[in-house]
Structure formats: C-alpha cells, structure tokens
C-alpha cells in the first residue's frame, strides 16, 4: 500500500515504532514476571524440602512424619526409595506423578533438580531432593496461582493496548502535522509568490535548523529572482524612456517643418539636428544588442595579443581634453591576449567619463603598471565624484547619479555596463574608488594565464559581483 499524504506516513511511522516498543515492553515484562514467580515457587519448594531434610537428619521416622505433612503445608510430596517404592507420601493414588528416571538418579546422587510437568490438565512445579543414599524427596506444588497472577497481568496489559494504540495514534497524527507544518507554509507562501507576490518571504527561525536552511536558501533565491525581474522591468522601461525621447524630438522638428515650405538651408538644418536623434538612436539600439549578446552568451571575443599601452594610447588620441590636463603612465610589458576593440571600448568609456566628469582646470591621469600576474589599468580624475552609496550602481544598465545632468552631458548610462561586461569577458576585475568633489579612479586588473590564449566565443556574465567598491579618498 501506498501511504500518499506525507503527514499519515510520519504518523505511521512514529506509530508503528511506538506499538514496537509497547510490544517490546509487555514481553519482556511478561518473561520477567513469570521468571520471578517461578523462582519464588521454588525458593518456597526448597525450603519445604530442606525443613523435611533436617527432619530426616533428626532420625524421625519416616512413618512418623504426619507433623511433617502439616509443616509442608501446600506443597504435596513423596518419598521414594531406590526401588521406586513411595514410602510415604499425602497425595492419593490417583494423583502420581511420572517419574523422570534422570532427575531421579540426580538425586540419589545428591543433587537437587526442578522441572515443570503437566498433570491431569495442570502445570505443576517439580523438586527431586536428596534425602540419603537410597531415598529422595518428591515434592511440588501446582503453579495455579502463579498462572492467575500472570493471567492477571497479561489482562492488564491487553487492557492497556488499545489506550496506549489510540493515545500514540493521536500524538503521532499531531506531532507528524507539526512537522509538516512547515512544508505548508513554504508551499502556500510559494503559490503567492508564484501569483506575483516577490516580495514575500519565508520567516526563519524555530522550526529547526534543516527546514531553516532550506528557507534561508529558499529566500535567497526569492531575493535573486525579484533582483532579476526588477531590472528586467527597470531596463524595459529605461529603454522605452530612452527611445522615446529622441523620436519625441524627431518628430516634433519634422511636424513643424512640414506646416509650409521650407528654404533647403531650413531642410538642411533640419536633418543635421536629426542626425544627432539619429546617432543617438543607434548608439543605444548598438549597446542594446552588445547587452542581448552578452545576455544570451553569444558574444564573441576575437582574442590576439594586445598591447594594453597601445589600446590605451589609441583611446587616448581620440579623446580631446579641453581645460584639463592629461598624464599618461604607462609601464613596459604589459601584453595579454584580448580582444582589441572591446577593450578600447571600454577604456574609451572610462576615459570620456573622466573628462565628462571632471570640471576644467582637472587632471585625468591613464596609467598601467605590470604585476606579477596581472596587468593594472588606472584611469582616474580629480572631478566631482561619486557618492558613496551610489558606487555599487553605476555599473548597472541606464543608471546615472544625476539623471538630468548627465542627460545634458549626453550619456545614456549604458557605458560603465558596457565596460563592465568588456571586463568580465577578459577575466579582469573591476574596482572603484572615489570620493565626491575630489575624483574618482576606475582600477582594472587583469589576471595574465598564458592557458587562456586563444580561447574564442567566451561567454559573459553579468552581475554585480566582479567590482569591488571602496568609497575611500583617492
Ligand atoms: N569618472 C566619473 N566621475 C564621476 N561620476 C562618474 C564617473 N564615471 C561614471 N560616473 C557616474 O556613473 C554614471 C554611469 O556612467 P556611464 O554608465 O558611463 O553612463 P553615462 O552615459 O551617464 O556616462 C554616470 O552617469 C555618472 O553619474
Ligand atoms: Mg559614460
């Protein structure tokens, strides 16, 4: 049979061991009790036996001996010679016992034995004793008595067993609920969550440690769930509101152009302020694709050994630094094998927000050093920096710290995700560190593994456990 609820089959279970060690209980009881009655009907047999002994050693004849019938009481008793003659006895004819031949001849070699017999429907208990050389003692008792009192108790016992079945049978049934109540509330908290309610989550504590841990594993993966929903959700609207604005302004100029004729001067004005809508456009739909590539472990990596300087320096030349000034440090050996335009494409955003950020009359310092076994990049600024508690967030898709100044700044807070998955595709690790109105640094490391090389179509994840952060002074 199949026991399909979980909290019958506990109950069962807690039952059924229960029942066994009531079982267990009553037969050893059982044994015990008979174990103990019996030895007592023998002490009392023996000492019948040895009070008659005495007697014998008194020199009383046997015929005399109808004080000893008194003396012994309830016991019945024979004394039987060598020849199996019974020299005396008080039971009547009808009532002898078998001989057992070894018992006797035990006991006219001196040693006393028991034995149980059964006689004319009864058990009676069996002494052979040793009197002298040719005579012994029969003498026994029925062990009626001693059946009442174990048929007394083994009554009891039964009597016990359906209270003790229902009452295990009750506590088993509420025990087993207790432990599956837990496996309840997770599975109707889970139906909640799985009808939308994110942000619901699983008390911890006093159910015991392994349904905690499961919880606790449990919550965890709500909190990574409702993470990932969020900035899907958030990434769908950033995107829409991103869109949105440079075809607002698109077709607001168009409309208005078209209300009359045009000169071509006014045309052509007109499609120039287009074009940068345009470029705008494309610039995110680009980001957009490099994040669904990313996304979907697709993007690929066309490694060959670089000159980090090299990249740098490209980058560099590229950038103009009105009103600031540049230092450049750059250290020998620093060749790994990468994917060129990835990695300017991620110095370039690093670099173009140094100088984006940075007031005139600032510094922005590119610099790399060569450690044992990783290659250092430093791209830092004396500019306005960032607040601390921002720093964990600039690296996500859209996020900007002062969305209206950077809107006229003209970024669209795609860069620093960009660089950050450019970065983790090469292994290398992230690390902030900046402090408001003094500057930030962007230090990159990137681990040197000759095995890596060549490696092709890498796949890239995104998260925000590559970066570490410190809000510390510069
Ligand atoms: N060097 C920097 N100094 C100050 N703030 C910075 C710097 N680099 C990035 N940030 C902040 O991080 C945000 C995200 O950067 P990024 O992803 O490149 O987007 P954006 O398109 O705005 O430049 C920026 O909007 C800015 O607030
Ligand atoms: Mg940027």
Known sequence: MIVK????????MYLSVVVFIFSVFVVVLDLRYRKDLLETVDKDILRAAREE??????????????????????EYYEFVNRNGVVLMTNLGNEYRWPLNKDLASLAFNGVYRFETIKFRGGDYRLLYFPIS??????IGEPLEDMHKAIGGLERLLLFFFPFVLGVSALVSWVLAGKSV??????????????????????????????????????????????????ARDRFT??????????????RG?????????????????????????????????????????????????????????????????????????LVEKYQDNVIMSADGDLLSQAFSNLITNAVKYTPQGGTVTVATEREEDAIKVTISDTG????????????ERFYRVDRERSRKTGGTGLGLAITYLIISAHNGRIMVKSKLNSGSSFIITFPIKTSQEGQQGQNVKDGTGAFSVSGGPT
């Open 384 to 395: 306005i920096g960032i607040p601390e508690d921002e720093i964990p967030h600039i690296f």
């Open 133 to 138: 050389a040719d005579n012994i003692l029969r």
């Open 181 to 230: 109540d837990p496996v309840i509330t997770i599975k109707s908290l889970a139906e909640e969550i799985r009808h939308g309610r994110l942000d619901r989550r699983i008390d911890i504590g006093l159910k015991g440690r392994e349904i905690d841990d499961l919880v606790a594993v449990f919550n965890a993966m709500l909190d990574s769930i409702q993470h990932s929903v969020e």
């Open 253 to 325: 100029s168009i409309e208005v152009m078209l209300r009359k004729k045009r000169t071509s001067e006014e045309y052509e004005d007109l499609l120039r302020n287009n074009l940068s809508d345009i470029i705008r456009l494309s610039k995110i739909a680009e980001n957009l694709l490099f994040f669904a590539r990313a996304d979907s472990h697709t993007l690929e990596l066309r490694k060959r050994s670089v000159d980090v300087n090299e990249v740098l320096k490209g980058v560099v030349d590229s950038v103009s630094y009105e009103g600031l000034s």
């Open 237 to 250: 609207s950033d995107v829409s509101h991103e869109i949105r604005s440079p075809l607002t302004s698109l």
């Open 5 to 12: 609820s979980f909290r019958l089959r506990l109950a069962l």
């Open 53 to 74: 002994t005495l007697r014998g050693s008194e020199q009383q004849p046997l015929s005399e001996s109808a004080e000893i019938i008194k003396k012994l009481g309830d």
